[in-house]
């Protein structure tokens, strides 16, 4: 029985009670929206168990962490497990106890993905023929969890891509999703493309544990017309495969006419379809056309087959769209697909920042997450360029970390802001520790911070003492800013702890265009006598 389908009889599932603690909510509206299908719980009944590839001999019979762990602090409506900050999740990371597997060195912790409830963020990574392998993926693994991915995708097209796959599985506690097709060409053209490879391939996949599968089976044979007028074409990898094979056959989309074989293999193993938007618009001038409408319009069809046949389904959206049209894409995707969760890829709300798309691209997120979209699929600075790398993913991360979070205030999601609220009262406070423990990233945070002055007191190097407000403004006694006992610093000025590996890597590639001498850099006022003299070394320095 699948998530679905027990949601459809009354039954709420282990999991389901799971996804309610880490989203502060009660079981049964967890069970109401998987039963609606506006929210989907991606949990491969192997993966759950941890089994490893193999066949699990507990089933569901499951247990989780007992308690929902918010931001440090956190009350106890406001435990959201997206709002962990990074030395949260790294503790976890690092701690080989939690959710062992009976096989493997994890297994899953449920994720819900529904716009009733908190944004989620998936990060993806794989190795390409050109590079990469299986223990830089399983890093990359890592680094996406530590900073903050609600699930994963591996995009993997070159290597051993089943043994990447399954350590991928095998190392996480979160969501792992798949492109299968890319499995299924390896080794052949993709004309020679037959069903039963396709059928295989997808119950190989489901067997080794994959959560969802991302299957274009909207892109059908009568579309391809509507491409013709686009300046980028189809920009899918999915899509554009599947064209070719419907062109050099005359046929129909083969993923569309096994759409319920397909089904049939999801639901054994309570594999979630992830809809693929094969015509996605891949430019601002492609956006909203009408090959990317008349896709949606079959992904609609196909979310009812889908519930249908018992198998959760959520449904992917565009990658390139002017931010003045991103709302309306939310809703006519409600509206078409019947409120099946959207997963968006940014949208990029600009194509002229190659290099910068992760920014670009997490300024449509947050628009898109105000909307409704329920998870935004992360876009790094390597986005168009290249294959992104462990540091990339950590800034793909982050940017739609703040992109779920801002658009998950905007929203009103009860909970969310009070970690602002609390990141506040120790700011206004002047209280160095408290606002680094409570930053997502604090590790960065510090680090930037003890780059100028490395002692916590009631001012910071950017204002000075004398011209700080927040030192000012606990001075006049008509405000109550810095104030809030609880939030006060146990003394005003002490010595900054440090930082860690991290911290003393980011200093040093921060330094690299300012030479350091003695841990501060070489213009600071402990080497050179007066203002005069720091700006002429800044100058010599600046030189080429």
């Known amino acids: 029985m699948t998530q679905l389908e027990a949601a459809r009889k009354g039954v709420i599932t282990g999991e389901m009670r799971r996804v309610a603690q880490r989203e502060c909510a009660r079981p049964e509206f967890i069970r109401d929206e998987v039963a609606r299908g506006r929210l989907v719980i991606p949990a491969n009944k192997r993966h759950l168990a941890g089994s490893g590839g193999a066949?699990?001999?507990?089933?569901?019979?499951?247990?989780?962490?007992?308690?929902?762990?918010?931001?440090?602090?956190?009350a106890a409506d406001a435990r959201l497990w997206v709002n962990q900050t990074v030395?949260?999740?790294?503790?976890?990371?690092?701690?080989?106890?939690?959710?062992?597997?009976?096989?493997?060195?994890?297994?899953?912790?449920?994720?819900?993905?529904?716009?009733?409830?908190?944004?989620?963020?998936?990060?993806?990574?794989?190795?390409?023929?050109?590079?990469?392998?299986?223990?830089?993926?399983?890093?990359?693994?890592?680094?996406?969890q530590k900073y903050g991915a609600d699930t994963l995708m591996d995009l993997s097209t070159g290597g051993d891509l089943a043994a990447c796959r399954q350590a991928i599985i095998d190392h996480a506690t979160i969501p792992i999703g798949t492109?299968?097709?890319?499995?299924?060409?390896?080794?052949?053209?993709?004309?020679?493309?037959?069903?039963?490879?396709?059928?295989?391939?997808?119950?190989?996949?489901?067997?080794?544990?994959?959560?969802?599968?991302?299957?274009?089976?909207?892109?059908?044979?009568?579309?391809?017309?509507?491409?013709?007028?686009?300046?980028?074409?189809?920009?899918?990898?999915?899509?554009?495969?599947?064209a070719k094979w419907m062109i050099q056959h005359g046929r129909q989309n083969p993923m569309y006419e096994l759409f319920d074989e397909i089904s049939a293999i999801m639901r054994e193993y309570d594999v979630t379809y992830s809809l693929g938007d094969g015509l996605r618009p891949g430019c601002l001038a492609d956006a909203s056309d009408a090959a990317q409408l008349a896709e949606l319009r079959t992904l609609g069809e196909?979310?009812?087959?889908?519930?249908?046949?018992?198998?959760?389904?959520?449904?992917?959206?565009?990658?390139?769209?002017?931010?003045?049209?991103?709302?309306?894409?939310?809703?006519?995707?409600?509206?078409?697909?019947?409120?099946?969760?959207?997963?968006?890829?940014?949208?990029?709300?600009t194509d002229a920042f190659p290099g910068y798309d992760h920014i670009t691209s997490a300024i449509g997120a947050t628009e898109a997450a105000r909307a409704g979209a329920a998870m935004l699929c992360y876009v790094t600075p390597k986005e168009h360029v290249g294959l992104p790398k462990a540091e990339d993913v950590r800034a793909g991360c982050i940017a739609y970390k703040i992109a779920a979070h801002a658009g998950d205030v905007a929203r009103g999601v009860q909970g969310a802001r009070a970690w602002d609220d609390d990141l506040s009262r120790a700011r206004a406070a002047l209280n160095w520790p408290r606002q680094f423990e409570l930053a997502?990233?604090?590790?960065?945070?510090?680090?930037?911070?003890?780059?100028?002055?490395?002692?916590?007191?009631?001012?910071?190097?950017?204002?000075?003492?004398d011209w700080c407000s927040m030192r000012i403004s606990k001075e006049i006694q008509a405000f109550a800013s810095g104030k809030d006992a609880s939030f006060q610093p146990e003394r005003r000025a002490q010595r900054s702890?440090?930082?860690?590996?991290?911290?003393?890597?980011?200093?040093?590639?921060?330094?690299?265009?300012?030479?350091?001498?003695?841990?501060?850099?070489?213009?600071?006022?402990?080497?050179?006598?007066?203002?005069?003299?720091?700006?002429?070394?800044?100058?010599?320095?600046a030189k080429p």
């Not at 067997?207 to 300046?231: C, K, M, N, S, W």
């Not at 200093?507 to 203002?531: E, I, M, N, W, Y």
Request: proline letters at 6%.
């Open 302 to 349: 196909l979310v009812q087959r889908a519930r249908e046949a018992g198998v959760q389904a959520m449904v992917e959206g565009p990658g390139h769209v002017p931010l003045d049209q991103i709302a309306w894409n939310m809703r006519i995707e409600q509206e078409i697909c019947d409120d099946a969760p959207f997963y968006v890829l940014g949208p990029l709300v």
């Open 87 to 144: 030395a949260q999740r790294w503790e976890v990371i690092r701690d080989p106890s939690v959710l062992r597997g009976e096989r493997a060195p994890r297994r899953l912790d449920p994720t819900g993905i529904g716009r009733m409830i908190t944004t989620k963020i998936n990060a993806n990574i794989g190795a390409s023929p050109v590079t990469s392998g299986t223990a830089e993926e399983v890093e990359k693994l890592e680094w996406a």
């Open 497 to 541: 702890p440090g930082v860690g590996e991290e911290g003393r890597e980011l200093l040093r590639q921060r330094g690299a265009a300012l030479p350091v001498v003695d841990g501060k850099h070489a213009c600071h006022s402990d080497h050179v006598p007066d203002a005069e003299r720091a700006r002429a070394v800044q100058a010599a320095l």
């Open 179 to 242: 492109v299968p097709i890319y499995s299924m060409i390896v080794g052949r053209a993709i004309e020679d493309l037959s069903y039963d490879v396709i059928l295989k391939e997808i119950e190989r996949q489901a067997e080794q544990g994959v959560d969802y599968f991302t299957i274009h089976a909207g892109v059908l044979y009568e579309h391809l017309p509507l491409v013709g007028p686009r300046v980028t074409g189809i920009v899918s990898r999915g899509g554009s495969l599947l």
């Open 55 to 74: 066949a699990s001999a507990n089933g569901r019979d499951r247990t989780y962490p007992d308690a929902a762990v918010g931001h440090p602090g956190a």
């Open 440 to 465: 997502f990233d604090g590790e960065t945070a510090r680090a930037l911070h003890d780059e100028d002055l490395e002692v916590d007191t009631d001012f910071c190097a950017m204002c000075g003492h």
